[in-house]
């Protein structure tokens, strides 16, 4: 992907939050042009280690985490951004939000990096990463590795490109990376009591699921108010799962 025209909707930079956050200073680093593929993922990937102490090589994350897509472009998935996250010793989830802007708050305010599986333009079926930057109550600032720094979207534009389109698109829909630092000390969800575990066996390979960072998912049980999350995937075969025993 060429960097192209910034967007208008870009123009304007990151305000003070109507709360204190406690994510600050991701620094932006722009995807690696062709003939490297969609490289985004690892772009988003770098951002999000460089702000947690752990800065990396772009183009080594690439050569880790690329498969291919039907046109035999290289891209990559959600699953593999994880996996390569919690190989580096770090927390590290990939689920579908059941109440989006409330796992962003949730996240933003904890500290917990977000990287988000969006549609690249209203008009595009393909799916792109970015990195959540900024966080207000009715837009949020992502750095975009395509589109540059600190690009602005409204609640309402946000939520609509996070949506697969009408047509079909490559993304599913409300779907992110959660990381932070690793974490897996039992966690009580404050609203029902429940107990959340750390992780949960994949239903088609076996492996763990993380269900780290606790921010990201609220509560393990389905009827508990402060679930989050629709559906986890497995780190391995990106398997859904939707219910914690």
Same mark, same amino acid.
């Given at each position: 992907?060429?960097?192209?025209?910034?967007?208008?909707?870009?123009?304007?930079?990151?305000?003070?939050?109507?709360?204190?956050?406690?994510?600050?200073?991701?620094?932006?680093?722009?995807?690696?042009?062709?003939?490297?593929?969609?490289?985004?993922?690892?772009?988003?990937?770098?951002?999000?280690?460089?702000?947690?102490?752990?800065?990396?090589?772009?183009?080594?994350?690439?050569?880790?985490?690329?498969?291919?897509?039907?046109?035999?472009?290289?891209?990559?998935?959600?699953?593999?951004?994880?996996?390569?996250?919690?190989?580096?010793?770090?927390?590290?989830?990939?689920?579908?939000?059941?109440?989006?802007?409330?796992?962003?708050?949730?996240?933003?305010?904890?500290?917990? !990096?977000?990287?988000?599986?969006?549609? #690249? *333009? %209203?008009?595009?079926? =393909? &799916?792109?990463?970015?990195?959540?930057? +900024?966080?207000?109550?009715?837009?949020?600032?992502?750095?975009?590795?395509?589109?540059?720094?600190?690009?602005?979207?409204?609640?309402?534009?946000?939520?609509?490109?996070?949506?697969?389109?009408?047509?079909?698109?490559?993304?599913?829909?409300?779907?992110?990376?959660?990381?932070?630092?690793?974490?897996?000390?039992?966690?009580?969800?404050?609203?029902?009591?429940?107990?959340?575990?750390?992780?949960?066996?994949?239903? !088609?390979?076996?492996?763990?699921?993380? #269900? *780290? %960072?606790?921010?990201? =998912? &609220?509560?393990?049980?389905?009827?508990? +108010?402060?679930?989050?999350?629709?559906?986890?995937?497995?780190?391995?075969?990106?398997?859904?799962?939707?219910?914690?025993?």
């Amino acid at each position: 992907m060429s960097a192209g025209r910034r967007p208008a909707d870009t123009e304007k930079r990151l305000p003070t939050p109507s709360r204190n956050s406690t994510v600050t200073g991701i620094p932006y680093q722009q995807q690696l042009s062709a003939p490297y593929g969609r490289t985004c993922g690892a772009a988003a990937l770098a951002m999000v280690y460089a702000s947690l102490g752990l800065p990396d090589c772009q183009k080594a994350v690439w050569s880790q985490i690329a498969g291919e897509d039907k046109d035999v472009r290289r891209t990559t998935g959600s699953f593999r951004l994880a996996r390569h996250a919690l190989d580096r010793g770090l927390s590290a989830a990939v689920l579908q939000a059941a109440r989006p802007w409330d796992t962003l708050a949730s996240c933003w305010f904890t500290g917990a !990096r977000v990287i988000l599986n969006h549609r #690249l *333009r %209203p008009d595009s079926p =393909l &799916g792109h990463f970015s990195v959540l930057a +900024g966080f207000d109550d009715d837009e949020v600032f992502v750095h975009d590795p395509q589109f540059g720094p600190f690009r602005r979207l409204t609640r309402d534009r946000l939520l609509r490109l996070w949506l697969p389109s009408a047509g079909g698109s490559e993304i599913v829909g409300h779907v992110l990376v959660a990381i932070a630092s690793r974490d897996d000390q039992p966690n009580r969800c404050d609203s029902c009591g429940a107990m959340v575990p750390a992780q949960v066996g994949c239903g !088609r390979c076996g492996n763990l699921v993380p #269900l *780290r %960072p606790v921010a990201a =998912l &609220g509560c393990s049980k389905r009827d508990c +108010g402060a679930r989050l999350w629709k559906y986890v995937f497995c780190p391995c075969c990106d398997f859904p799962t939707g219910e914690v025993e």
